[in-house]
């Protein structure tokens, strides 16, 4: 099982970008989809997380208000998306999805929640 991270680039201060995560292969199934990001010299953080109804999300402070996490359905293809708006230079920094199917109570913000992670998009906001 693999999980593909796509739309990360460089934009301005203030701007926005749309990651998506799709999972692989068709018809897998997790109980939430979270997204991470490390940047440079820093561990690495929660950002958001969407169970896989697309019914609750979560969102680190950090992020609450600017960023959305969804789940998109086209017939059998299922993908994650994060719209990411008003972005600071503090946003800057590689970003993960990860697929979880923990049965642990929600939210799942622990990196130990996901088994699967993909390999990241970089993000990043000049000022």
């Known amino acids: 099982v693999q999980l593909q991270a796509s739309g990360g680039g460089l934009v301005q201060a203030g701007g926005s970008l749309r990651l998506s995560c799709t999972p692989s292969?068709?018809?897998?199934?997790?109980?939430?989809m979270g997204w991470f990001r490390q940047a440079p010299g820093k561990e690495r953080e929660f950002v958001a997380a969407v169970r896989w109804s697309g019914r609750s999300t979560f969102y680190a402070d950090s992020v609450k208000g600017r960023f959305t996490v969804s789940v998109s359905r086209d017939n059998a293809k299922i993908w994650v998306d994060l719209q990411m708006n008003s972005l600071k230079p503090d946003d800057t920094a590689r970003y993960y999805c990860a697929g979880s199917k923990s049965g642990r109570t929600w939210p799942h913000r622990a990196e130990s929640d996901y088994g699967v992670w993909g390999q990241g998009t970089l993000v990043t906001v000049s000022s």
């Open positions: 292969p068709p018809g897998y199934s997790y109980s939430a």
